[in-house]
């Protein structure tokens, strides 16, 4: 299995936005489901949202707001779009293509995770 790769991280000031690209390689890529999640330094991995086959997508609260996420399944490609940005945003956004939705929680597909993404938001 072909991990998928992310893109679109950058160096911004604070209010600023950026635009992350997540691009699979799976065939069924319109079947499945992916999520963002991003990992600062010194804290775990968390979870920052996600996007059904389908569409539908769940953001964690502290994004709600700023964050949106959509994807187009003709490119297979799933987008993190980024608004507002603070400097608690900056970390590695990690981008992961194939997990379950059970009971509204995204549970990632281990296989499945792309070399991240850097993106640091100054003061």
């Known amino acids: 299995q072909v991990q998928p790769v992310e893109s679109g991280g950058d160096l911004v000031q604070a209010g600023g936005s950026l635009r992350l690209s997540c691009v699979g390689s799976?065939?069924?890529?319109?079947?499945?489901?992916s999520a963002w999640y991003r990992q600062a330094p010194g804290n775990q991995r968390e979870f920052v949202g996600g996007i059904s086959f389908d569409g539908r997508t769940k953001l964690t609260d502290i994004v709600k707001g700023r964050f949106t996420i959509s994807r187009d399944n003709d490119k297979k490609t799933v987008y993190l779009q980024m608004n507002d940005l603070k400097p608690e945003d900056t970390a590695v956004y990690y981008c992961?293509?194939?997990?379950?939705?059970?009971?509204?929680?995204?549970?990632?597909?281990?296989?499945?995770w792309g070399q991240g993404t850097q993106v640091t938001v100054s003061s």
């Open positions: 992961n293509v194939g997990g379950a939705f059970v009971s509204g929680t995204y549970l990632p597909q281990r296989a499945s």
């Open positions: 799976r065939v069924d890529f319109s079947r499945l489901h």
